[in-house]
């Protein structure tokens, strides 16, 4: 996990704890090559501009359509993709399948000199998943297996022996992960384009072979998690909070905030 950083200058502080009233906002703003080389200007200008309609064309539909809110959400997808759709790898070794995903509570009780979890409260290590280490032939350096198992029986996801911890891995441009996701996405999609009907249950792969899903996928994902209601305080930790789950990555995420911040002359 992370380490928690203080935040860089000309990153925008939490002014949640003051205030709960938005903050005044520039009105409307649109997505722009410039404007995503603010964000992240790792990819090609070309690459930007073939995106760039799609971009604005979902952010209508789902409305992160003033300053403000683009801001914090191209902010977050740099940090998160880079603008590129990509999905869960799981090709792990031992020991890092088990810090990421085998004890209770998280990375943070992982004690990598031990290899092995924590002590909880019994004394004993405090495994989440203690097939990491009973079978850990079977799991490191192969997906299929180890994202079954590990996403089973959550996220809507059946057993391990369905597969669908595998089947419905993280993708996108922000990770869309298990088969509940993947059903309400397929649901949110089809509501707001029945000119296009999907099924992203029946076809998850799409989120990786055509990249207007991927991107449509982060705007879901924002959407699901009402995003635009704290961009709309600009609220950098609550956002990454919201997209994160923690503040992982808060120092990134704010100096990218603060550059497309400037582009916009907000």
């Given at each position: 996990?992370?380490?928690?950083?203080?935040?860089?200058?000309?990153?925008?502080r939490s002014r949640v704890?003051?205030?709960?009233?938005?903050?005044?906002?520039?009105?409307?703003?649109?997505?722009?090559?410039?404007?995503?080389?603010?964000?992240?200007?790792?990819?090609?200008?070309?690459?930007?501009?073939?995106?760039?309609?799609?971009?604005?064309?979902?952010?209508?539909?789902?409305?992160?359509?003033?300053?403000?809110?683009?801001?914090?959400?191209?902010?977050?997808?740099?940090?998160?993709?880079?603008?590129?759709?990509?999905?869960?790898?799981?090709?792990?070794?031992?020991?890092?399948?088990?810090?990421?995903?085998?004890?209770?509570?998280?990375?943070?009780?992982?004690?990598?000199?031990?290899?092995?979890?924590?002590?909880?409260?019994?004394?004993?290590?405090?495994?989440?998943?203690?097939?990491?280490?009973?079978?850990?032939?079977?799991?490191?350096?192969?997906?299929?297996?180890?994202?079954?198992?590990?996403?089973?029986?959550?996220?809507?996801?059946?057993?391990?022996?369905?597969?669908?911890?595998?089947?419905?891995?993280?993708?996108?441009?922000?990770?869309?992960?298990?088969?509940?996701?993947?059903?309400?996405?397929?649901?949110?999609?089809?509501?707001?384009?029945?000119?296009?009907?999907?099924?992203?249950?029946?076809?998850?792969?799409?989120?990786?072979?055509?990249?207007?899903?991927?991107?449509?996928?982060?705007?879901?994902?924002?959407?699901?998690?009402?995003?635009?209601?704290?961009?709309?305080?600009?609220?950098?930790?609550?956002?990454?909070?919201?997209?994160?789950?923690?503040?992982?990555?808060?120092?990134?995420?704010?100096?990218r905030l603060a550059s497309?911040?400037?582009?916009?002359?907000?």
């Open positions: 996990m992370a380490r928690l950083r203080r935040s860089p200058p000309g990153a925008p704890a003051r205030s709960q009233q938005p903050l005044p906002q520039t009105g409307p703003a649109v997505v722009t090559v410039a404007l995503l080389r603010a964000a992240d200007p790792s990819n090609a200008d070309a690459y930007y501009a073939a995106i760039a309609e799609t971009l604005n064309d979902y952010a209508r539909r789902y409305e992160v359509d003033t300053a403000l809110r683009l801001a914090h959400f191209l902010a977050q997808i740099g940090h998160e993709s880079g603008f590129r759709a990509a999905e869960e790898n799981g090709h792990y070794s031992a020991p890092r399948m088990r810090e990421i995903f085998g004890c209770r509570g998280g990375r943070r009780h992982y004690d990598r000199l031990a290899d092995d979890c924590r002590l909880g409260p019994d004394g004993q290590p405090a495994r989440l998943r203690p097939k990491l280490w009973l079978e850990a032939d079977s799991y490191a350096g192969n997906p299929e297996r180890l994202l079954a198992y590990v996403y089973a029986n959550r996220l809507g996801n059946g057993d391990e022996a369905s597969g669908d911890g595998y089947r419905y891995r993280g993708r996108g441009l922000i990770q869309l992960t298990g088969k509940t996701n993947y059903a309400a996405f397929t649901q949110a999609h089809n509501a707001r384009t029945p000119q296009d009907p999907r099924d992203f249950v029946a076809e998850p792969d799409l989120l990786m072979t055509e990249l207007k899903y991927a991107i449509e996928s982060a705007f879901y994902y924002w959407d699901a998690r009402t995003v635009n209601a704290l961009a709309d305080l600009d609220d950098l930790e609550q956002v990454t909070r919201a997209v994160n789950g923690a503040l992982n990555g808060l120092e990134d995420r704010g100096a497309i911040k400037k582009a916009l002359g907000i």
